[in-house]
């Protein structure tokens, strides 16, 4: 899919601006604190409605306005359509696809994009936390049905956490039936997305880093030790996990077992990369599971999603940035930052942007 143009109103440092795209390369380019990121942001949130650093509408919206606007034409399949997300302060996110209100989830299943920036080394050496966003912004993309489970597996976890923290309440909650079944399929889901993704990434970063060897590995909270993956196998082992931890959750008020807790371990060069990999192997780690996580949406959804790249040339050696300009080649339409020079076999295919304190300026 592309992104042909791209209006800002009020969004972080950018001033308005209005810019057409090139199904190719565009790069952001200019001093730190220009408003590269900011820009790339943009784009992100123009498409899925959501920032890809995780923070909230009202950090991105410019400081002293009222509203932030994003108005944009996507082509999708050959198909214009036109996207507008707005926030007001005080207000709820408005989006439009089509000059119709919609959902986050139309967007969703409308638009696909994968964003690598540097604080992807959060990732792999941050909190569990980083992991499961991860994990539910792209299997979003990919699954109408995740997004559904996952919105109902919220709800019940909100519901069962609330009557936990109520004194007195009985040992067994009336919630662990539902917290079962919507958090197995959510389980299931996961497995078969890291699955797929882990040997794509194991590939890229051979590739990028000269054969050394990345793998990742799901971790559910529920372990299925036996590796029987049946819903009624899985079904069975949570029910059985959430009996064991029922007095624990009781004293801590808190559910503890479920998909909330689930962790995914990467391993770099057979050590685990949150405790042992340095920042060049972290970063090419990110970028190696992000391309993958593109080749799975590209054959999931029959579209190439827009690739947000940020700085991803920086803490990479010589050898490594060529590599992965190489891969460039398999994308569609790449958007990256550069706050320094980019290699030189990539100048031939891009359209360049200068961004200077907030203006962009084509070239
Ligand atoms: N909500 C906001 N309102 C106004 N300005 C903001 C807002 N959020 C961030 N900024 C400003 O945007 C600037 C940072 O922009 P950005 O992160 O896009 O820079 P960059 O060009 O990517 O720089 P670098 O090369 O250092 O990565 C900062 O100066 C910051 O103060
Ligand atoms: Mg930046």
């Known amino acids: 899919m592309l992104v042909k143009s791209l209006e800002l109103n009020f969004f972080r440092n950018i001033g308005t601006t209005r810019n057409e795209f090139l199904d190719g390369v565009n790069v952001f380019y200019g001093k730190n604190g220009a408003g590269k990121t900011n820009l790339l942001e943009a784009v992100f949130v123009l498409l899925l409605a959501r920032s890809p650093r995780g923070v909230s509408d009202t950090v991105m919206l410019q400081e002293n306005a009222e509203y932030y606007r994003l ?35 139309e967007l969703f299943e409308l638009c696909t994009a994968v964003s690598t920036a540097p604080e992807d080394i959060e990732l792999l050496s941050g909190p569990p936390s980083k992991r499961r966003e991860f994990v539910n912004i792209y299997l979003s993309q990919a699954s109408k049905k995740y997004i559904a489970d996952l919105v109902d597996y919220q709800r019940v976890l909100a519901q069962k956490n609330a009557y936990l923290r109520q004194e007195n309440n009985a040992a067994e909650t009336p919630y662990d039936d539902l917290l079962i079944k919507y ?6 889901s996961r497995r078969e997305f890291l699955d797929k993704v882990a040997s794509t990434a194991a590939e890229n970063y051979a590739r990028i880093s000269g054969g050394q060897g990345f793998d990742l590995h799901y971790k559910p909270s529920v372990r299925i030790e036996n590796d029987d993956w049946s819903m009624g196998n899985i079904e069975d082992i949570f029910a059985s996990k959430l009996r064991r931890y ?12 479920g998909p909330h807790r689930d962790e995914v371990e990467f391993v770099i060069r057979a050590l685990p990369a949150r405790s042992h990999g340095s920042q060049g192997e972290l970063r090419t780690a990110a970028v190696s599971l992000k391309l993958a996580v593109f080749e799975y949406l590209k054959k999931i959804r029959g579209i ?46 891009v359209r360049r942007f200068k961004i200077e304190n907030g203006a962009v300026f084509p070239e």
């Open 246 to 257: 029922r007095e624990r959750e009781r004293i801590m008020q808190t559910s503890m077992v």
């Open 304 to 349: 190439k999603p827009v690739l947000l790249l940020d700085e991803i040339f920086a803490e990479l050696d010589p050898g490594r940035k060529e590599m992965l300009v190489e891969l460039f080649g398999d994308f569609g339409q790449i958007f990256l930052t550069s706050a320094s020079e980019i290699p030189e076999t990539l100048n031939s295919r």
């Open 71 to 105: 108005k944009g034409t996507v082509e999708i399949s050959g198909k214009a359509h036109e996207l507008t997300v707005a926030y007001q302060t005080g207000g709820r996110k408005k989006i439009t696809i089509d000059k119709i209100n919609s959902r986050t989830s």
């Open 183 to 188: 958090g197995s399929v959510i389980m299931l």
